[in-house]
C-alpha cells in the first residue's frame, strides 16, 4: 500500500543526546515536511525539502537537523540543542497530482527522560 | 504570510446534532484551504479542501464547509454528528505556489456526548 512511514512510534531519550526520527514515503512525492505538535496546540513546521538534496528551514528549526539523499526518505535529527525536544512529531509530503494535498505519516512520540 | 485563527478550543455537542467548527484566515495572496481531523495519537487526515471553484466543499463523514472570501472564514460543518466523530480538527491553509507549507490554527477539540 502507497503511504508515509514514520518510525519509531514511541521513542525515548535521555537529555544530552541526539535522536534520529525516519519517515520514508512510497508516493514519488517531490516535496516532505516535518511538523512539531505540543499537547493542545496546532503544528508547527521545523523542516521541509521540495528537491532531492535540498531542504530550507521551516519556522522552528533550531536544535533539528534533516537530509534528503533520497527522494522517499527524510529524516529528523533531534540534537541535544533542542531545549524542550518533549512532543509528537510529523512527517508529511505533498502530492501534487491530487490536488495539491499533503498527506500525513501517523506521527512519532518523542519523551526526554 | 499567513495566519489561521480557530475560534473554538472545544466544541461540545449531543450525538445527532448539527455542528459548526469555526475557522477564519489572514492572507495577503490568494490561498488553498483544508480541515483535517486528528484521532487520538494519530497523524492527521485529510477531511476535505478549497482550491477553486465551488465555495461549498463537500469531504468525507458527511462533513462540508463553506468558502467565504469576504469574511475570509472557512466554517466546518456536520448537520447531524456521531459518536466517532469525536476527534481533534485542524484548518489550515497554503500558498498556491513554491513549497505550499501548511499553516495551522491551533485545533478544535470535538467531543460528542451520548
Known amino acids: 500500500d502507497g503511504g508515509i512511514t514514520q518510525s519509531p512510534k514511541y521513542l525515548f531519550r535521555k537529555e544530552g543526546q541526539n535522536v534520529t526520527l525516519s519517515c520514508e514515503q512510497n508516493l514519488n512525492h517531490d516535496a516532505m515536511y516535518w511538523y512539531r505538535q505540543d499537547p493542545g496546540q496546532g503544528l508547527r513546521l521545523i523542516y521541509y525539502?521540495?528537491?532531492?538534496?535540498?531542504?530550507q528551514k521551516g519556522d522552528i528549526a533550531e536544535g533539528y537537523s534533516v537530509s534528503r539523499e533520497k527522494k522517499e526518505s527524510f529524516p529528523l535529527t533531534v540534537t541535544s540543542a533542542q531545549k524542550n525536544p518533549t512532543a509528537f512529531y510529523l512527517c508529511?509530503?505533498?502530492?501534487?497530482?491530487?490536488?495539491?494535498?499533503?498527506?500525513f505519516g501517523e506521527g512519532s512520540w518523542l519523551t526526554v527522560v | 504570510a499567513q495566519s489561521v485563527t480557530q475560534l473554538d478550543s472545544q466544541v461540545p455537542v449531543f450525538e445527532e446534532a448539527p455542528v459548526e467548527l469555526r475557522c477564519n484566515y489572514s492572507?495577503?495572496?490568494?490561498?488553498?484551504l483544508f480541515w483535517y481531523v486528528q484521532y487520538p495519537n494519530q497523524g492527521l487526515q485529510l477531511l476535505l479542501k478549497y482550491l477553486s471553484g465551488s465555495t461549498l466543499v463537500k469531504g468525507i463523514n458527511g462533513f462540508e464547509a463553506e468558502f467565504n472570501k469576504s469574511q475570509t472564514s472557512f466554517h466546518l460543518r456536520k448537520p447531524s454528528v456521531h459518536i466517532s466523530d469525536t476527534a481533534e480538527y485542524f484548518c489550515a491553509v497554503s500558498d498556491l505556489q513554491g513549497a505550499q507549507k501548511l499553516v495551522f490554527g491551533q485545533g478544535t477539540r470535538l467531543t460528542i456526548n451520548p
Open positions: 492572507s495577503s495572496v490568494s490561498v488553498y
Open positions: 508529511a509530503s505533498l502530492g501534487r497530482l491530487i490536488g495539491n494535498t499533503i498527506y
Open positions: 525539502s521540495q528537491i532531492v538534496n535540498d531542504f
